[in-house]
């Protein structure tokens, strides 16, 4: 049973430049969040996707926009980097309506370096 | 505003002793509360989950303890063993609300052997 993969796991990128993380959720699921974990936190919620539509949106400007695809694979997108934006960006997938939509399973994590 | 609070940044606890490590939330939206557990290169890890309908939820080495008037809770490990080791984050849920999960910022746990 495949659980969530992200891509890659490491990437520099310049300010001012674009990135995109992929994620595939674990099998079965239907419902992929993005979260950003900078050094010394917790992760913070920044999209979740269901039905190929953003669902919830945590506190981030529209720089940071994602992507569901029918597969329920998903995309997050930051356009014009910053140095704040360096930080480990975390998937997680859930099942929506079922029992336990609340247990999420994470990735990985890619980690953003800005420089 | 952080709605979910881990006071303690770090834990050292003796191998085979209990481990308890304590959490604060400020919102009595919240219907699930979950503790994640990170190790180093990895995402959290889903360990356990407490309805907030129950005071107690047990899983082997790990219970997990709310105490709803007081907006507390608690996750007890026993024995404690050195793969133990991690991060382990305290989360919340509300379920009527945003569907997403509020982390604290964690406790790191280190079991000495």
């Known amino acids: 049973d495949a659980g969530v993969t992200q891509s890659p796991t490491h990437l520099i990128k310049t300010r001012g430049q674009q990135v995109t993380l992929r994620c595939s959720p674990k099998?079965?699921?239907?419902?992929v969040s993005w979260y950003q974990q900078a050094l010394g936190q917790g992760p913070q919620f920044i999209f979740q996707?269901?039905?190929?539509?953003?669902?919830q949106r945590g506190n981030f400007p529209d720089r940071f926009s994602g992507h569901q695809f029918p597969n329920y694979s998903s995309e997050l997108n930051v356009n014009a980097l910053l140095l704040g934006d360096s930080a480990l960006y975390l998937c997680?997938?859930?099942?929506?309506?079922?029992?336990?939509?609340?247990?999420?399973?994470f990735g990985p994590g890619t980690r953003l370096t800005v420089t | 505003d952080q709605q979910v609070k881990q006071n303690s940044p770090s834990l050292s606890v003796q191998e085979g002793r209990i481990s308890i490590l304590n959490c604060d939330y400020t919102?009595?939206?919240?219907?699930?509360f979950l503790w994640y557990k990170k190790y180093p290169a990895e995402g959290p890890t889903f360990l356990i989950s407490?309805?907030?309908?129950?005071d107690k939820n047990e899983d082997g080495r790990f219970t997990v303890f709310l105490n709803k008037s007081a907006k507390h809770l608690s996750l007890h490990i026993v024995p404690s063993q050195p793969g133990d080791s991690a991060v382990y984050f305290c989360?919340?849920?509300?379920?009527?609300?945003?569907?997403?999960?509020?982390f604290g910022i964690g406790t790191k746990l280190q079991v000495i052997p």
């Open positions: 919102n009595s939206m919240f219907d699930y």
């Open positions: 996707y269901y039905e190929e539509e953003e669902r």
């Open positions: 407490i309805s907030s309908i129950k």
């Open positions: 989360a919340a849920f509300d379920s009527g609300g945003y569907q997403k999960v509020t």
């Open positions: 099998s079965g699921h239907d419902t």
């Open positions: 997680a997938s859930s099942l929506a309506g079922g029992g336990s939509s609340y247990e999420q399973y």
